[in-house]
């Protein structure tokens, strides 16, 4: 085992050790984790979300991957009922017996992980502790800042949750929550997927369409590409297909 191997595998039974690391040295090693189970490779995929009525579908008709959110899930009919209508992923963070519940239903489970500036290490590698009990029923985790999210405080928590929780196999960075630069920034600490709308065309950021949150994939090829990574788009059967230039 090389170093670099030997002092990431370490780290999931050292927790002290990661206090002990600066933010550089915490996304070197988050990203040598991230590396050594996925390659050099970041991902986006377009996603649809089924409505509170289970009515119908917010995003794009053809999305890849159609989603609930767990905060939905009563009006939709239960985890049952989102399963047939097509839901693929879970996207939580509230209730742990709806993640296992929902990966017993054979659904991806994609949690929000909250956390706050100003926090201390000790103080976040708690939660996450209880986090990575469940792991077995997540597919990813996604850090979701209460709050502004602040650039160098963000990117040591996604350090954090890739060294914390080595048996999660994907950590997402929020296009819309984090903003594009920052979500860019994640991929350096760790992160392996841009998660928010993507679309096929957008009009101009001008008037009404000034805030609209959505990228289309050759902005998200290029925020990923532009991280050092080989972009990838993530399609329905699960495969990735490499983003040209």
């Not at 090389?2 to 988050?30: I, M």
């Not at 050099?40 to 089924?50: A, E, H, N």
């Not at 920052?182 to 950021?205: C, H, K, N, S, T």
Request: hydrophobic share 50%; glycine share 10%.
């Amino acid at each position: 085992m090389s170093t670099e191997r030997h002092a990431v595998a370490t780290l999931e039974t050292a927790p002290d050790a990661l206090e002990a690391l600066d933010l550089f040295a915490l996304g070197r090693q988050a990203s040598a984790l991230r590396d050594d189970r996925l390659g050099r490779r970041g991902s986006f995929v377009r996603t649809k979300q089924l409505l509170a009525s289970g009515a119908g579908w917010r995003g794009p008709r053809d999305a890849a991957e159609p989603t609930v959110e767990e905060t939905d899930l009563p009006a939709a009919g239960g985890i049952a009922a989102a399963r047939a209508a097509g839901v693929a992923l879970l996207v939580g963070g509230q209730d742990p017996a709806n993640a296992r519940a929902a990966a017993a239903a054979g659904l991806r489970v994609l949690w929000r992980v909250p956390f706050r500036l100003g926090e201390t290490d000790a103080e976040r590698l708690a939660p996450l502790a209880t986090v990575a009990d469940g792991a077995a029923d997540l597919w990813g985790v996604m850090p979701a800042p209460l709050g502004e999210p602040y650039g160098l405080d963000t990117l040591r928590f996604f350090a954090l949750c890739r060294l914390a929780l080595p048996r999660v196999p994907h950590l997402l960075a929020d296009a819309t929550t984090l903003g594009p630069r920052l979500a860019q920034m994640a991929f350096g600490f760790g992160a392996d997927e841009l998660y928010g709308p993507i679309v096929a065309e957008r009009a101009l950021r001008l008037g009404a369409n000034a805030n609209n949150p959505a990228l289309t994939r050759k902005e998200a090829a290029t925020l990923i590409r532009g991280a050092g990574l080989t972009a990838c788009e993530r399609l329905a059967d699960g495969a990735f297909e490499e983003v040209a230039p």
